[in-house]
Each structure stands twice: as C-alpha cells, then as structure tokens.
C-alpha cells in the first residue's frame, strides 16, 4: 500500500474554490463532499483504502442508509462533529473518536456540527471502493440529477452501476434479495438506453 501526500498541489490542505480533480482528489458539490485518498491497496482483495474526507456544514451532507456486504469501515473524526447511524442506534463523535462498522451492518454518517467536518476513515478490503466514488461524484459534479447524498436519481443508470459494484454497497431499507432481483431486470434495460459502468473519463 503506497502512502499518499496529504497536501493538494496548490499547497492548500483540502481544494478550495472550483471542483478540483486529480488522481488523489474527488469532490462532490450538490453532496457537499470533498476526498482525499491517501492509502490504495496493492491487492484490492486484501488490502484495505484509506481517504480523507471533508463534509460541508449542513446536517443534509453524507450518504443515504447503506450496507458494505463484504467491507469493514471506519471513521475517525479529526475536526467538526460527526452523527452515525449504526444498527439503529444514533451516535454523535468529537475530534479524536473513532467509530468502526462490521461488513453487513446498515448506517449512514452525516455532519452533526456547525463547522466544516474532517474525517480520516476507511475500507477493508478496498474492493472497488475508489472507482466507485469516482464515478458517482464525477457524475454530480458534472450536473447529472442526484440525491442530497449525491446518488444518481436516474434508476436505471444506477441499476448498471450496482449490478457492475454489488460486492460493495446496498441501500437499506429494502431486503438485499428483493435489491438484486431489481438490479437485475434493470440493469439489462439500462445497458440498452446507452448506460454503462465504465465511465473512463472520471478515472485518473
């Protein structure tokens, strides 16, 4: 695993003014959400991704309910204020706290503070974690309809994106089985309007 430099190009330690992007930077606008990969896996199988992540101060920023079937993570907050919801239990975390999540259990995380929040978290294994996050925040950031969270609101697009990522992320709320069978009568229709899972132009 290839440790990463902290520090933006520009010197600053996190972009600052229009979407910024390069190999170790991601940002989501309408989701409020900025990335720094700071850690890849050498074998994504095995080895595990670490990033660094910034979240706008509105309590709307963060991803909706989900599960990682075959992923542990964890956050650690290093400024603001993070909310979690684990399991059904709601938990607020300061500066210096960390919280771990077991593959397979449902949460979301949000900014439960006032300021600017800053996390260092984590995947593991990384899977295809990276790609992922670079596909759906390339597609925010160049204006396509997402959710606060910054998920495509087309379904049909985002049935091809799961069907081509189901070993890493499912949306609570709905049994996984029930999911899958949905994924796949749409993802085939999806393919024929012209949506695919490549999306080359947001990988570095």
Same mark, same amino acid.
């Given at each position: 695993m290839t440790?990463? *430099? +902290?520090?933006? +190009?520009?010197?600053? !330690?996190?972009?600052?003014?229009? $979407? &910024? @992007? !390069? !190999? !170790?930077? @991601?940002?989501s606008p309408p989701a409020g959400k900025t990335v720094l990969f700071t850690e890849r896996p050498d074998d994504p199988d095995r080895d595990p991704l670490r990033f660094e992540m910034?979240? *706008?101060a509105d309590g709307s920023h963060g991803p909706m309910r989900h599960v990682h079937p075959e992923q542990d993570e964890f956050f650690?907050?290093? #400024?603001?204020?993070?909310? /979690?919801?684990? %399991?059904?239990?709601?938990? %607020? &975390? %300061? $500066?210096?706290?960390? @919280?771990?999540? +077991?593959a397979g259990d449902e949460h979301r995380f949000w900014n439960a503070?006032?300021?600017? =929040?800053?996390?260092?978290?984590?995947v593991d294994p990384g899977l295809r974690t990276e790609q992922f996050m670079r596909i759906t925040y390339g597609l925010a950031r160049d204006g396509d309809p997402v959710t606060p969270s910054g998920m495509p609101l087309n379904l049909l697009r985002v049935a091809?994106?799961?069907?081509?990522?189901? *070993?890493? =992320? &499912? =949306? #609570?709320?709905? $049994? /996984?089985?029930?999911q899958r069978v949905g994924v796949e009568l749409a993802a085939p229709v999806g393919r024929v309007l012209g949506y695919d899972d490549e999306y080359r132009e947001y990988r570095p």
């Open positions: 440790p990463r *430099d +902290p520090q933006a +190009p520009d010197g600053h !330690d996190r972009p600052t003014g229009t $979407p &910024y @992007v !390069d !190999d !170790d930077w @991601v940002t910034w979240l *706008d650690e907050v290093v #400024a603001g204020r993070l909310g /979690v919801f684990h %399991e059904g239990t709601t938990t %607020e &975390y %300061e $500066p210096g706290e960390r @919280v771990e999540i +077991p503070g006032s300021t600017e =929040l800053h996390l260092r978290g984590g091809v994106l799961l069907a081509e990522f189901d *070993d890493m =992320l &499912y =949306l #609570a709320g709905a $049994p /996984v089985p029930l």
